[in-house]
Structure formats: C-alpha cells, structure tokens
C-alpha cells in the first residue's frame, strides 16, 4: 500500500454547458495539477460534489482520474454511502479502476440511529469486504454526525481500516486519536485552513480544499514543515486563512469553482441545486485572492 500523507486535494468534479461532467477539462486540471508536487488527490469527495453525481458518472470520473494521475500519486476514491452493501458495491468498482484507497463518509441520513455500535459495524463490515484500504471521512458539518474519537480509535484497531479524514478541526478529537491510536493509522486533517497546526500535533497531512485554487502554496506548507522551516509555514498558513474560508465555510463549492476560474483553472458552474455565486460575490472573493496572492 503506498503511503497516505501529504497534501491530498478534495478534487472539484468540473461541468460543461449542458451540465455534463467534462471530462476534458477534469483531466487538464489533474494534469496541471500533478505539476504542482500534490501527493494525491482525492476524487468524489464533498468537494467533488459526489453526492450530486449519478453512480455511472462516478464510475466515469474515477475512471478519467485514473488515466490523468501518475501511478506513483495516490488516488482516493469517494465511496461511501448511507448503505452499507452499496458502500460495499462502489467500493469493489473503485478497486477495478484503479483507485488506491476509499475513503468511507460516515452513514447519516437516519442520524438519531448513528451511534457507536452502527457507525462500527458499518466499517468493519465495509473492510472486511473491500479490495481496497479504507479511511474514515468525518464531515460534520454536512452529515451532521460526528464520529468520537474512541470509535476511531477502534476502528483503527482493524487492519483494513487504515487512516481517518477529519474536517471537524476539532483538535482535541484529532490528539486523542494520534495519542491512542495505532501508529500507523494516517491522520488527514480536512481543511486548508489548518494544515500547519494539525501537522504540529501530528498529523500525517491534509484534504484540503483550498489544493483546488493554491496547490502549491498547500505543498509548500507541508514541505516547509517537513523542512523544519517553522516560521515560512506558519505565515505561509496565515496567508492562506481568508482564501480558504471564502471557499469552504462563507461560499462553499460554489466559491471554490468561481475561485479556480480565476486562478486559472477550470471551475465552471455548481450542479444544482447549488448556485453559482453572484458579481458581488464574485468581486468580494477576487479581492481576497488578490490579498492571499493568488491572483
């Protein structure tokens, strides 16, 4: 298995005219963004707009993914669902493309039943049955469930269960999960504007975002550290804290995409029913680009 750490952008699933997934503008973004030193990427995460996505047009971005991203990157692949046996089905499909890990949303859609005990027979079953290794993903903030940290700290026990992404920036959770975990369960912090901290406490890297519009500036951070550059990581971090706020938490993918437009990438529109953002929106995120120096 190749190792899971480094920069691992939740990569933006890009949309033609019709509203078609484009796949010529997918993989010229990938290509340019192996260019920038990402470690991998990771397809049909939230910021891939997967849940907006028919299984076939799955299948076929992970399949253009595939082709776009060198062997020696790592390809993660979206493929959890609120079912279990699905979960177990897309994830046997994934494994026939190419991917080289899933990564496993938590179910939420009966949330009052998402306790301990369903959220652990869900992943141990899912690993038991899966090709591939798995990764916890953790996104509150849409789910509305929040995995604790001794349910993790279980799940990590199973060796096909073998790393965790957390967009919670809840970093007492994160610590106690690197304190009691088994070494090498990999630790994926799931927001840009946190990859110097959670790096601090250990983290073995992130899913940022923010890699869709400054995938450099995401390496950067992370190779500074590495580096021991202390200091160049830290304001490097600072610099990117408006940017990466603008396209998560105030504008979502819809930002993100107006974002990559304007850095030079590909976003094009939202699949509805998300909207894409208004002119003053729009001149409100130019200018905190232009103040983070992306553009």
């Given at each position: 298995?190749?190792?899971?750490?480094?920069?691992?952008?939740?990569?933006?699933?890009?949309?033609?005219?019709?509203?078609?997934?484009?796949?010529?503008?997918?993989?010229?973004?990938?290509t340019r963004?192996?260019?920038?030193?990402?470690?991998?990427?990771?397809?049909?995460?939230?910021?891939?707009?997967?849940?907006?996505?028919?299984?076939?047009?799955?299948?076929?971005?992970?399949?253009?993914?595939?082709?776009?991203?060198?062997?020696?990157?790592?390809?993660?692949?979206?493929t959890?669902?609120?079912?279990?046996?699905?979960?177990?089905?897309?994830?046997?499909?994934?494994?026939?493309?190419?991917?080289?890990?899933?990564?496993?949303?938590?179910?939420?859609?009966?949330?009052?039943?998402?306790?301990?005990?369903?959220?652990?027979?869900?992943?141990?079953?899912?690993a038991?049955?899966?090709?591939?290794?798995?990764?916890?993903?953790?996104?509150?903030?849409?789910?509305?469930?929040?995995?604790?940290?001794?349910?993790?700290?279980?799940?990590?026990r199973?060796?096909?269960?073998?790393?965790?992404?957390?967009?919670?920036a809840?970093?007492?959770?994160?610590g106690?999960?690197?304190?009691?975990?088994?070494?090498?369960?990999?630790?994926?912090?799931?927001?840009?504007?946190?990859?110097?901290?959670?790096?601090?406490?250990?983290?073995?890297?992130?899913?940022?975002?923010?890699?869709?519009?400054?995938?450099?500036?995401?390496?950067?951070?992370?190779?500074?550290?590495?580096?021991?550059?202390?200091?160049?990581?830290?304001n490097?971090?600072?610099?990117?804290?408006?940017?990466?706020g603008?396209?998560?938490?105030?504008?979502?993918?819809?930002?993100?995409?107006?974002?990559?437009?304007?850095?030079?990438?590909?976003?094009?529109?939202?699949?509805p029913?998300?909207?894409?953002?208004?002119?003053?929106?729009?001149?409100?995120?130019?200018?905190?680009?232009?103040?983070?120096?992306?553009?």
């Amino acid at each position: 298995m190749k190792e899971i750490r480094g920069v691992l952008p939740p990569v933006a699933t890009p949309f033609d005219a019709e509203g078609n997934v484009s796949a010529e503008h997918f993989a010229a973004n990938l290509t340019r963004y192996v260019e920038t030193g990402l470690h991998g990427f990771v397809i049909l995460g939230s910021n891939g707009e997967y849940s907006l996505l028919t299984k076939e047009e799955k299948l076929r971005v992970l399949e253009i993914a595939r082709a776009a991203i060198p062997q020696d990157r790592l390809l993660i692949a979206g493929t959890g669902t609120d079912s279990t046996r699905e979960t177990i089905d897309f994830t046997k499909r994934a494994a026939q493309l190419g991917a080289d890990a899933a990564l496993v949303v938590t179910p939420h859609y009966y949330r009052p039943q998402m306790n301990s005990a369903a959220l652990l027979k869900h992943y141990r079953t899912v690993a038991d049955a899966s090709p591939l290794p798995i990764l916890v993903y953790n996104v509150p903030a849409y789910t509305n469930v929040d995995i604790d940290a001794a349910t993790v700290i279980e799940l990590a026990r199973h060796e096909n269960i073998v790393g965790m992404k957390d967009s919670s920036a809840n970093f007492l959770k994160m610590g106690e999960v690197l304190r009691f975990a088994p070494f090498d369960f990999a630790v994926l912090v799931g927001t840009g504007g946190a990859i110097f901290p959670a790096l601090c406490i250990g983290a073995n890297g992130a899913v940022p975002a923010l890699g869709n519009i400054a995938p450099r500036e995401c390496v950067a951070i992370y190779n500074f550290f590495q580096e021991g550059k202390m200091e160049q990581a830290r304001n490097l971090q600072l610099r990117m804290i408006r940017p990466n706020g603008a396209i998560t938490s105030k504008w979502g993918v819809p930002g993100m995409k107006a974002a990559m437009d304007e850095v030079g990438y590909y976003g094009g529109a939202p699949r509805p029913p998300l909207l894409p953002l208004g002119e003053s929106e729009r001149n409100a995120l130019r200018e905190i680009l232009r103040e983070a120096e992306l553009i």
